[in-house]
Protein backbone atom coordinates (compact mmCIF):
# COMPACT_ATOMS: atom_id res chain seq x y z
CA UNK A 1 0.00 0.00 0.00
CA UNK A 2 1.47 3.29 -1.23
CA UNK A 3 2.57 5.98 1.93
CA UNK A 4 -0.30 8.51 0.55
CA UNK A 5 -2.90 5.64 0.79
CA UNK A 6 -1.66 4.53 4.51
CA UNK A 7 -2.04 8.65 5.39
CA UNK A 8 -5.52 8.84 3.98
CA UNK A 9 -6.33 6.10 5.82
CA UNK A 10 -5.11 7.25 9.56
CA UNK A 11 -6.16 10.59 8.57
CA UNK A 12 -10.01 10.25 6.91
CA UNK A 13 -13.34 11.36 8.67
CA UNK A 14 -15.51 9.54 6.35
CA UNK A 15 -19.40 9.81 5.11
CA UNK A 16 -21.82 9.09 8.03
CA UNK A 17 -23.63 5.70 8.21
CA UNK A 18 -26.48 6.80 10.49
CA UNK A 19 -27.03 4.97 13.94
CA UNK A 20 -29.90 2.26 13.09
CA UNK A 21 -29.34 3.07 8.81
CA UNK A 22 -27.78 2.49 6.23
CA UNK A 23 -25.61 3.45 3.38
CA UNK A 24 -24.52 2.46 0.21
CA UNK A 25 -21.56 3.69 -2.34
CA UNK A 26 -19.93 2.63 -5.51
CA UNK A 27 -16.79 1.48 -5.23
CA UNK A 28 -14.61 1.21 -8.85
CA UNK A 29 -12.26 -1.34 -9.47
CA UNK A 30 -8.73 -0.86 -7.41
CA UNK A 31 -10.47 1.41 -4.92
CA UNK A 32 -10.06 1.32 -1.69
CA UNK A 33 -12.94 1.69 0.86
CA UNK A 34 -12.56 2.20 4.57
CA UNK A 35 -15.07 1.24 7.48
CA UNK A 36 -14.86 2.79 10.44
CA UNK A 37 -16.24 1.75 13.87
CA UNK A 38 -16.27 5.28 14.88
CA UNK A 39 -17.45 4.92 18.62
CA UNK A 40 -15.76 1.19 19.06
CA UNK A 41 -19.00 -0.94 19.90
CA UNK A 42 -21.07 -0.75 16.63
CA UNK A 43 -21.51 -3.87 14.31
CA UNK A 44 -21.89 -2.98 10.21
CA UNK A 45 -23.54 -5.52 8.26
CA UNK A 46 -21.29 -5.34 4.79
CA UNK A 47 -22.40 -6.37 1.40
CA UNK A 48 -21.08 -6.50 -2.02
CA UNK A 49 -23.28 -6.18 -5.00
CA UNK A 50 -21.77 -6.41 -8.82
CA UNK A 51 -22.74 -3.37 -10.68
CA UNK A 52 -24.63 -4.85 -13.52
CA UNK A 53 -22.69 -4.03 -17.09
CA UNK A 54 -24.58 -3.58 -20.72
CA UNK A 55 -25.18 -6.80 -22.26
CA UNK A 56 -23.07 -5.34 -25.28
CA UNK A 57 -20.49 -4.96 -23.05
CA UNK A 58 -16.73 -5.79 -24.16
CA UNK A 59 -14.82 -5.38 -20.75
CA UNK A 60 -17.62 -7.28 -18.16
CA UNK A 61 -15.67 -9.29 -15.67
CA UNK A 62 -19.18 -10.84 -14.40
CA UNK A 63 -18.34 -14.45 -14.06
CA UNK A 64 -19.49 -16.47 -17.12
CA UNK A 65 -22.80 -18.47 -17.44
CA UNK A 66 -21.18 -21.14 -18.71
CA UNK A 67 -17.32 -21.61 -17.27
CA UNK A 68 -14.42 -23.87 -18.33
CA UNK A 69 -17.51 -24.33 -21.76
CA UNK A 70 -17.14 -26.91 -23.90
CA UNK A 71 -19.26 -28.45 -26.86
CA UNK A 72 -21.55 -29.58 -24.35
CA UNK A 73 -21.93 -26.56 -22.18
CA UNK A 74 -25.01 -25.19 -24.06
CA UNK A 75 -27.26 -28.25 -24.02
CA UNK A 76 -26.87 -29.96 -20.89
CA UNK A 77 -27.55 -27.64 -18.57
CA UNK A 78 -31.21 -27.23 -18.22
CA UNK A 79 -32.66 -23.90 -18.60
CA UNK A 80 -33.92 -23.43 -14.70
CA UNK A 81 -29.93 -23.93 -14.21
CA UNK A 82 -29.32 -21.48 -16.62
CA UNK A 83 -32.00 -19.19 -14.87
CA UNK A 84 -30.38 -19.42 -11.82
CA UNK A 85 -26.68 -19.09 -12.99
CA UNK A 86 -27.50 -15.53 -14.63
CA UNK A 87 -28.63 -14.01 -11.74
CA UNK A 88 -26.57 -10.90 -9.98
CA UNK A 89 -23.52 -11.26 -9.01
CA UNK A 90 -23.35 -10.64 -4.94
CA UNK A 91 -20.27 -11.09 -1.83
CA UNK A 92 -21.38 -14.35 -0.29
CA UNK A 93 -19.98 -15.46 2.75
CA UNK A 94 -20.56 -19.66 2.66
CA UNK A 95 -18.87 -19.12 -0.79
CA UNK A 96 -15.72 -16.99 0.76
CA UNK A 97 -15.24 -19.38 3.70
CA UNK A 98 -14.85 -22.38 0.83
CA UNK A 99 -12.28 -20.33 -0.60
CA UNK A 100 -10.63 -19.34 2.77
CA UNK A 101 -11.05 -23.05 4.76
CA UNK A 102 -11.89 -20.21 7.63
CA UNK A 103 -14.64 -18.36 9.39
CA UNK A 104 -13.06 -15.16 9.57
CA UNK A 105 -11.24 -13.45 6.94
CA UNK A 106 -8.32 -11.49 7.36
CA UNK A 107 -5.62 -9.22 6.02
CA UNK A 108 -4.87 -10.50 2.19
CA UNK A 109 -7.88 -12.57 1.93
CA UNK A 110 -9.77 -12.32 -0.87
CA UNK A 111 -13.99 -12.56 -0.45
CA UNK A 112 -15.41 -13.96 -2.94
CA UNK A 113 -19.26 -13.76 -5.06
CA UNK A 114 -21.75 -16.65 -5.60
CA UNK A 115 -19.83 -17.42 -8.75
CA UNK A 116 -16.57 -17.78 -7.22
CA UNK A 117 -15.22 -14.66 -8.18
CA UNK A 118 -12.84 -11.78 -6.62
CA UNK A 119 -15.39 -8.78 -5.37
CA UNK A 120 -13.05 -7.47 -2.56
CA UNK A 121 -9.71 -7.82 -0.83
CA UNK A 122 -8.73 -6.97 2.82
CA UNK A 123 -6.41 -4.56 2.94
CA UNK A 124 -5.75 -3.27 6.58
CA UNK A 125 -7.71 -4.25 9.62
CA UNK A 126 -6.88 -2.20 13.29
CA UNK A 127 -9.28 -3.92 15.18
CA UNK A 128 -8.70 -6.71 16.44
CA UNK A 129 -9.71 -9.17 13.78
CA UNK A 130 -12.90 -10.34 15.18
CA UNK A 131 -16.16 -10.42 12.37
CA UNK A 132 -18.64 -12.70 11.46
CA UNK A 133 -19.32 -14.90 8.62
CA UNK A 134 -22.11 -16.33 9.96
CA UNK A 135 -24.79 -14.71 11.21
CA UNK A 136 -28.28 -13.40 8.61
CA UNK A 137 -28.93 -10.01 8.73
CA UNK A 138 -31.29 -9.08 11.15
CA UNK A 139 -34.94 -8.77 10.16
CA UNK A 140 -38.30 -7.72 10.98
CA UNK A 141 -38.93 -11.40 11.71
CA UNK A 142 -35.57 -11.73 13.88
CA UNK A 143 -37.16 -8.72 16.64
CA UNK A 144 -40.88 -10.38 15.98
CA UNK A 145 -38.84 -13.71 17.32
CA UNK A 146 -37.13 -11.19 19.74
CA UNK A 147 -40.43 -10.17 21.41
CA UNK A 148 -40.39 -6.41 19.76
CA UNK A 149 -43.69 -5.40 19.43
CA UNK A 150 -44.70 -3.27 16.11
CA UNK A 151 -41.79 -1.57 13.74
CA UNK A 152 -37.97 -1.98 14.55
CA UNK A 153 -35.33 -1.04 12.30
CA UNK A 154 -33.71 -3.68 10.30
CA UNK A 155 -30.34 -4.34 8.44
CA UNK A 156 -32.22 -6.24 5.63
CA UNK A 157 -34.63 -3.48 5.58
CA UNK A 158 -31.25 -0.97 5.31
CA UNK A 159 -29.68 -2.39 2.65
CA UNK A 160 -32.22 -2.32 0.14
CA UNK A 161 -33.40 1.31 1.19
CA UNK A 162 -29.68 1.93 0.85
CA UNK A 163 -29.25 0.76 -2.58
CA UNK A 164 -32.76 2.20 -3.88
CA UNK A 165 -31.03 6.35 -2.45
CA UNK A 166 -27.73 5.36 -4.16
CA UNK A 167 -29.63 4.93 -7.74
CA UNK A 168 -31.76 7.77 -6.85
CA UNK A 169 -29.27 10.29 -6.47
CA UNK A 170 -26.94 9.08 -9.64
CA UNK A 171 -27.09 11.70 -12.36
CA UNK A 172 -28.92 10.80 -15.69
CA UNK A 173 -25.75 9.98 -17.28
CA UNK A 174 -25.61 7.09 -14.98
CA UNK A 175 -28.77 5.83 -16.33
CA UNK A 176 -27.79 2.35 -16.81
CA UNK A 177 -26.32 1.98 -13.32
CA UNK A 178 -29.29 3.31 -11.88
CA UNK A 179 -31.46 1.12 -13.52
CA UNK A 180 -29.46 -1.86 -12.63
CA UNK A 181 -29.62 -1.18 -8.71
CA UNK A 182 -33.37 -0.94 -8.96
CA UNK A 183 -32.87 -4.18 -10.61
CA UNK A 184 -30.75 -5.85 -7.95
CA UNK A 185 -34.11 -6.85 -5.46
CA UNK A 186 -35.70 -8.14 -8.38
CA UNK A 187 -32.66 -10.17 -9.93
CA UNK A 188 -32.25 -11.98 -5.99
CA UNK A 189 -35.58 -12.96 -5.99
CA UNK A 190 -36.07 -10.38 -2.59
CA UNK A 191 -33.44 -12.05 -1.09
CA UNK A 192 -30.45 -10.25 0.93
CA UNK A 193 -27.53 -12.46 0.80
CA UNK A 194 -26.12 -13.03 4.16
CA UNK A 195 -23.68 -10.05 5.35
CA UNK A 196 -20.04 -9.78 6.42
CA UNK A 197 -20.92 -8.44 10.02
CA UNK A 198 -18.08 -6.47 10.53
CA UNK A 199 -16.94 -6.22 14.23
CA UNK A 200 -19.36 -8.48 15.07
CA UNK A 201 -18.33 -11.12 18.19
CA UNK A 202 -19.94 -14.13 17.53
CA UNK A 203 -17.47 -16.78 19.49
CA UNK A 204 -17.79 -21.19 18.49
CA UNK A 205 -17.30 -23.21 21.37
CA UNK A 206 -15.02 -25.86 21.71
CA UNK A 207 -16.29 -29.27 20.77
CA UNK A 208 -17.78 -31.57 17.89
CA UNK A 209 -20.57 -31.87 15.96
CA UNK A 210 -23.95 -30.55 17.81
CA UNK A 211 -21.87 -29.86 21.04
CA UNK A 212 -20.35 -26.54 19.17
CA UNK A 213 -22.76 -23.48 19.85
CA UNK A 214 -22.25 -20.08 19.20
CA UNK A 215 -23.13 -16.70 20.86
CA UNK A 216 -23.77 -12.80 21.00
CA UNK A 217 -21.40 -10.55 22.44
CA UNK A 218 -20.24 -7.53 22.31
CA UNK A 219 -17.63 -5.84 19.93
CA UNK A 220 -13.79 -6.25 21.02
CA UNK A 221 -13.33 -2.83 19.29
CA UNK A 222 -11.99 0.10 20.44
CA UNK A 223 -13.21 3.93 18.66
CA UNK A 224 -11.84 4.25 15.87
CA UNK A 225 -10.92 0.86 14.57
CA UNK A 226 -11.45 0.44 10.91
CA UNK A 227 -11.25 -2.24 8.15
CA UNK A 228 -9.74 -1.77 4.58
CA UNK A 229 -10.71 -3.18 1.03
CA UNK A 230 -9.69 -3.20 -1.92
CA UNK A 231 -12.42 -3.68 -4.81
CA UNK A 232 -11.76 -6.20 -7.55
CA UNK A 233 -14.42 -4.90 -9.76
CA UNK A 234 -17.02 -2.08 -9.95
CA UNK A 235 -19.31 -3.00 -7.07
CA UNK A 236 -21.82 -1.20 -5.15
CA UNK A 237 -20.70 -1.57 -0.75
CA UNK A 238 -23.84 -1.36 1.28
CA UNK A 239 -23.54 -0.93 5.00
CA UNK A 240 -25.66 -0.94 7.78
CA UNK A 241 -25.27 0.69 11.50
CA UNK A 242 -26.49 -2.36 12.65
CA UNK A 243 -30.09 -1.78 15.18
CA UNK A 244 -29.99 -4.31 17.44
CA UNK A 245 -30.77 -3.00 20.85
CA UNK A 246 -32.36 -6.23 22.15
CA UNK A 247 -29.10 -8.24 22.26
CA UNK A 248 -25.36 -7.12 23.28
CA UNK A 249 -23.79 -7.12 20.26
CA UNK A 250 -23.58 -3.05 20.09
CA UNK A 251 -22.94 -2.99 23.24
CA UNK A 252 -26.63 -2.19 23.71
CA UNK A 253 -27.02 1.36 22.13
CA UNK A 254 -26.73 1.55 18.47
CA UNK A 255 -24.70 4.31 17.39
CA UNK A 256 -23.10 6.02 13.86
CA UNK A 257 -20.43 4.45 11.50
CA UNK A 258 -18.05 5.92 9.17
CA UNK A 259 -17.00 5.40 5.88
CA UNK A 260 -14.43 7.14 3.48
CA UNK A 261 -13.68 5.67 -0.51
CA UNK A 262 -10.09 6.29 -1.39
CA UNK A 263 -8.53 6.29 -4.86
Given at each position: ????V?????S??????P???G??????????I???????????????????????ST???????FP?????????????????A???E?????????????????V??????????P??????????G?H?T?I????R??????????Y????????????D?????????????????R????GL??????P????M???V?????P??????????????D???????R????VM??????V????G?????A???V??
Amino acid sequence: MSPTVQRKLESSTGHLIPARRGAATIVRRSQIIKIINTHGKQVVDTWAFAIPTSRLSTSSVDAPVFPNADSSSMTSYSTPANIAASVPEFMSMSHTRASLLKLIPGVGDILKSQKRAPMLTMMEDTSPGVHDTLIAACDRWRYAELRVKGYHESCTDNCWDAIDKLASSLPPEDKETSEGLRELQSGLGGRVPDPLNLFMNIPVTEGEGPKRRVSFEPPLTKQGDYVAFKAERDVVVVMSSCPQDVLSINGGTPMDAHFEVIG
